[in-house]
């Protein structure tokens, strides 16, 4: 009797410690990750933003000033405009022209 005593003891001590190390562990793995500041927030949400309105601006006179591949796609599903030298490019994410290669304009699939 005196025995089965002991060793449930043991199993509750080691249980206890065991949660312990655990507990440990987390805390200190949450400690290690890298917290971002307002300034790091704020800074990554402006450039998102530029990016988006780089993109749209540019989009915009795109369709304006230069034509538009009627039934072509540039590789990310995105339209392709023709400029005044014959030359096939996409604006991509950061409002950047990407031009195309021939093999790289795809056919737009048909709704």
């Known amino acids: ?8 003891m043991k199993r509750k001590y080691l249980g206890g410690l ?3 190390a655990i507990a440990a562990v987390l805390s200190f793995s949450a400690q290690a990750q890298e917290k971002k500041t307002v300034g790091q927030k704020i800074d990554k949400t402006a450039t998102s933003v530029g ?3 780089a993109e749209v ?9 230069d034509k538009t591949y009627k039934g072509k796609m540039a590789p ?7 400029d005044g030298k ?3 490019y996409y604006v991509n994410k950061k409002g950047g022209k990407v031009y195309l290669k021939a093999s790289q ?6 709704n």
């Open 76 to 82: 990310n599903g995105t339209d392709v405009y023709i």
């Open 86 to 88: 014959n030359r096939k």
């Open 51 to 53: 990016n988006k309105t």
């Open 18 to 20: 065991l949660t312990l």
């Open 1 to 8: 009797m005196f025995l089965r005593k002991i060793t449930t």
């Open 57 to 65: 601006a540019v989009k915009g006179a795109s369709k304006i000033t």
């Open 105 to 110: 304009i795809k056919d737009r699939p048909v």
